[in-house]
Every structure is written in C-alpha cells, then in structure tokens.
C-alpha cells in the first residue's frame, strides 16, 4: 500500500493506495470489495475509462495524463455507471466516495504514490 499525495498542494488524499499494473488487477479493481474508505483505493495504469457495473458503494474518480498530472476528476460516481471515459488520461485513481470531499484537486495537480 502507497500512500497518494497531491504534490502540487503537499496535501495527503489517501492512505491506502494499490497500483494496478496486471490484467486481472486492473479488471477487478475495487468491484470485489464490499466497502470502500475514503482514504483507500486503487491506481489502475494504462487506463482511461472505468466503469461501476457490479460495484456495491460508490467511489471518487481521478483521471490522470502519462505524467500524473489531473486531467478530469468525478466525485461520488454512483454503482451501475455504464462509463466513464477520459481521452487524455493514461491512468484512472478510484477512491472511496468522500475522499475528494475535503481536498482541493484541481485539474494539472501532480499526483504520485509514496
């Protein structure tokens, strides 16, 4: 686990991060767990569309460019959305619902995982 921090600001947005950088990682992201924190989530490499189908809470959503930079974020996307997609993302951040409540994440924040 990682913990993701927007460098732009110096601001900790959660504290337990997974990389997905495996098919099957990727695939499942947080679809298998029944809860999901605000301060957990996964950062899925080489990606830039989700969706929530089989999702059982909702979640916050980053889309990121190849230098972690904030291209597009979505807070509080519903179980059941169809898509979401992001052209301009190499990478999608998904949180749990109410992460990005409190925080200041502009679109051209860094972004990285320690």
């Known amino acids: ?11 900790i947005v959660a504290t337990r991060v997974e ?3 495996r098919f099957v990682e990727r695939m499942v992201g947080l679809m298998a767990r029944p809860r999901i924190r ?9 990606c830039g569309g989700i969706h929530t189908i089989g999702m059982r ?5 980053i ?12 807070m509080n996307v519903a179980p059941f ?3 979401l997609v992001c052209r ?7 949180l749990g619902a109410g992460a990005l ?3 200041d994440i502009l679109v051209g924040d860094h972004l990285e995982l320690r």
């Open 101 to 103: 409540e409190h925080q």
């Open 57 to 61: 809470s909702s979640i916050d959503v």
């Open 63 to 74: 889309f990121i460019d190849g230098e972690a930079r904030v291209v597009r974020v979505h």
């Open 81 to 83: 959305t169809l898509a």
């Open 19 to 21: 990389r997905a950088t």
């Open 88 to 94: 301009k993302a190499h990478a999608v951040i998904e």
């Open 1 to 11: 686990m990682a913990v993701l921090k927007n460098v732009s600001t110096g601001a």
């Open 38 to 46: 605000p301060d957990e989530g996964i950062w899925i490499e080489d």
